[in-house]
């Protein structure tokens, strides 16, 4: 009567949660392969994070996204730590392994590449230089990943210059820093043009970087997927360019972490945006 073997446990970490698509994401995998297991979200204070981190897997939990305010403050936690999430100086995927240790990873980079080549196939990384906006923690996973994938300049404007400068003195000499006032300018001849900020997102102030700059031949992508559909995105297409929605970048992300905690390799396709849309 006791010879089952446990049902894996997954989730979701952080405070506030509820907002969070990624239960609706996993469940769906779950149910559309078959597979006996759950994937829950947890609000957790910071003061709590340690004590929780440790029980989970006696709970039957095999591993567990991260996100704000956590995703920093894990890596102190874990005790083994991906080279990308050491790079980034974040995490968002934890796995528990089986002798106990918890080995962290980030997947955002991984999921913003895998986003760009599923909806502009044609897009060469290498073909000319990137230009970001932000220099947050999204940022810094979209930087390494684009130097990953051979961008041969990314140059980056915040709002605040030293996190920027930040970026250039962490990630070399390909970062180059272009102040505020002059972000609009960094577009010029950019082959790769990506919105890290949450600049345009629904609450937050308009994204009003004057685009005249941007070249038609140019991929533009914004993380923000609240609207779906920027202005950003809105203004970008009218000039003629390929974009890409943030969303994308959300179901990609996960994919890894699924295939580690429940054992298959999950597929992003249209049917997954539709049912995380609501749709």
Partial sequence: MNDHPRIPLAGVIGSPIAHSRSPILHGHWLRAYGIRGHYIPMDIAADDLPEVLRALPKAGFVGCNVTIPHKETVLALADVISDRAALIGAANTLVFRQDGKIHADNTDGYGFIANLRQHAPDWNPAAGPAAVIGAGGAARAVVASLLEVGAPEI????????????????????????????????????????????????????????????????????????????????????????????????????????????????????NLRNVVLGL
């Fill in 155 to 270: 140059r980056v404007s915040n709002r605040t210059r030293a996190r920027a400068d930040t970026l250039r003195s962490e990630f070399g000499a390909r970062v180059v820093v272009y102040d505020w006032v002059q972000a609009g300018n960094m577009l010029e001849d950019a082959t790769t043009v990506v919105n890290t900020s949450s600049l345009g997102m629904e609450g937050k102030p308009e994204f009003r970087v004057p685009l005249d700059a941007l070249s038609p031949a140019a991929v533009v992508s914004d993380l923000v997927y609240t609207p779906l559909r920027t202005h950003f995105l809105e203004e970008a297409a009218a000039i003629g360019c390929t974009t890409v929605d943030g969303l994308g970048m959300l179901l990609h992300q996960a994919v890894p972490g699924f295939e580690r905690w429940f054992g298959h390799r999950p597929e992003v396709t249209e």
